[in-house]
T-cell receptor
């Protein structure tokens, strides 16, 4: 158990809908990262938050947004869903968010999104 | 930009034989390098990391990896494979000079199949 909690584990929805994925980082970790894992794209970095502030942005679509709350949990919002958004969405956390950090990321079990 | 290549989609090895999973990387500065393992329907689990120092890094479950700067490689190895090692393995890199965030860039993954 990594200590990172993601909900829901599975989600099935229709095209055009909106969903919210939730992540609670390990106790004490200030940084949260979101990754998308699909069969044809591998693991793609979406976005990172550090202590409530956006820290880095990757290949995140404009239809997607995220935030980190004062209690450090994070939510990833996916809207106007398309078939191609079906994937496993991972949250990871680490202690710090600065460039001097050498530490590994700790991953949750993921939220599997199926768009029909 | 940083990138990782895992040239083999799948590696097959017999139980008891040594295994190698290959990884090459590209960063503008000096790298931090990581290996993760993913079992079916699970999140990514950290195996080992190279930060500095000895080029041979030892990690969890008897795995080790060798950092080779001249070849920009970080191959994962294990002297004697177990059937339970069968999983998806990811190599990841972070440029230690990147102060914009410390997200990891992952390779496409290599599926390791260990046969009895």
């Amino acid at each position: 158990d990594s200590g990172v909690t993601q909900t829901p584990k599975h989600l099935i929805t229709a095209t055009g809908q909106r969903v919210t994925l939730r992540c609670s980082p390990r106790s004490g970790d200030l940084s949260v990262y979101w990754y998308q894992q699909s069969l044809d794209q591998g693991l793609q970095f979406l976005i990172q938050y550090y202590n409530g502030e956006e820290r880095a942005k990757g290949n995140i679509l404009e239809r997607f947004s995220a935030q980190q709350f004062p209690d450090l949990h994070s939510e990833l919002n996916l809207s106007s869903l398309e078939l191609g958004d079906s994937a496993l969405y991972f949250c990871a956390s680490s202690v710090v968010g600065s460039g001097s950090n050498t530490g590994e990321l700790f991953f949750g079990e993921g939220s599997r999104l199926t768009v029909l | 930009a940083q990138s990782v290549a895992q040239p083999e989609d799948q590696v097959n090895v017999a139980e008891g034989n040594p295994l190698t999973v290959k990884c090459t990387y590209s960063v503008s500065g000096n790298p931090y390098l990581f290996w993760y393992v993913q079992y079916p329907n699970r999140g990514l689990q950290f195996l080992l990391k190279y930060i500095t120092g000895d080029n041979l890094v030892k990690g969890s479950y008897g795995f080790e990896a060798e950092f080779n700067k001249s070849q920009t490689s970080f191959h994962l190895k294990k002297p004697s494979a177990l059937v339970s090692d069968s999983a998806l393995y990811f190599c990841a890199v972070r440029d230690r000079g990147n102060n914009a965030g410390n997200m990891l860039t992952f390779g496409g993954g290599t599926r390791l199949m260990v046969k009895p």
